[in-house]
């Protein structure tokens, strides 16, 4: 998979985070805070991460009678961070892509692609890290998903969460499956990551990597 040498340089040369600090609360991340209590995800295969801005969950299937990409549209995404291998050799070919059906919104889908029940490399997951943070910031709504909502997205998620201190090392997990839980209607119940390798990742990531 190709790197993200320009999304990686908006890191280079900035202010070191200062310490943890759980007295400072949610929102380290542009004043945002984490959903609490609901509400339910855009889909019911999905769930807020960042009510409004960043969700997460399953691969949406374009099929008009199940449109999990026109509700997604509706609930305002615009960028789809599609962490799968939804092409010909992959591990996800068999997926029904929705690359169409997103444009026709003006929607952006970004691949940053990771083999099913595996893990990227550190660097790979700063790029896509840095990737989400600095759409967020341009002020895109992120949906980030993989095929079943839970490893590899799960993944991505948790390490988001380590990077911007919403959650120490031993709680990142509970915090994790709180808002999946909480927002994610049918897949809400199942783990998440899927596999000890992912969760591994997610428990290692440094606070502001």
């Known amino acids: 998979m190709a790197s993200v040498p320009s999304l990686l340089s908006l890191r280079e040369g900035a202010a070191a985070p200062g310490p943890f600090n759980p007295a400072e609360g949610h929102g380290r991340f542009l004043d945002m805070a984490l959903a609490q209590d609901g509400p339910m995800g855009p889909t019911d295969r999905s769930y807020w991460v960042i009510p409004g801005r960043f969700a997460a969950g399953a691969y949406p299937d374009p099929d008009p009678r199940n449109d999990k990409v026109g509700q997604l ?45 595996s893990v990227t490399t550190n660097d790979e997951m700063m790029a896509t890290l840095d990737l989400v943070d600095h759409r967020l910031r341009d002020g895109c709504n992120v ?35 709180r808002l999946r839980s909480q927002g994610d209607r049918k897949g809400g119940h199942k ?19």
């Open 73 to 117: 549209l509706d609930a305002g995404i615009n960028l789809f961070v599609n962490l799968t291998q939804d092409y010909p050799g992959g591990t996800d070919h068999r997926m029904n892509r929705y690359d169409l059906r997103g444009a026709e919104w003006h929607a952006t889908v970004v691949r940053r692609d990771i083999a099913d029940n």
């Open 143 to 177: 949906y980030e998903h993989c095929w079943r909502g839970s490893g590899r997205t799960g993944t991505v998620v948790g390490c988001w969460l380590r990077r911007h201190g919403y959650a120490r090392s031993g709680e990142v997990l509970d915090v994790l499956r």
């Open 191 to 209: 783990p998440t990551p899927h596999t000890e390798d992912q969760r591994q990742m997610v428990l290692e990531w440094p606070y502001g990597r």
